[in-house]
């Protein structure tokens, strides 16, 4: 294959052309970078951002809650609840 110097031209022409267009602001050729979170993403992002903001637990306390529990002994406040829950909705 012969190149020619019109052929050489041509390219540097089409080549400064490009080099101008994309200076400007003009549109580039090929795709640009992105990323793309899923919304299970977020909300797991939302919902960990959220447990460390909780204030740390004792690690006793937990442990006797769960036996507590295991044991079918944990009794449940209502009225602690119903309060919990109405402050909730009214802020």
């Known amino acids: 294959m012969?190149?020619?110097n019109q052929q050489i031209s041509a390219i540097q022409k089409l080549f400064n052309q490009k080099s101008q267009s994309e200076k400007l602001g003009g549109p580039k050729s090929g795709r640009e970078d992105g990323v793309n979170i899923s919304p299970e993403a977020r909300l797991f992002s939302v919902?960990?951002?959220a447990a460390q903001a909780l204030p740390p637990r004792?690690?006793?306390e937990l442990e006797a809650l769960k036996g507590q529990i295991k044991a079918d002994s944990y009794e449940v406040n209502n009225e602690d609840i119903a309060a919990k829950l109405f402050d909730e909705t009214l802020f």
């Open 47 to 49: 919902a960990l951002k």
């Open 2 to 4: 012969r190149i020619e």
């Open 58 to 60: 004792d690690i006793k």
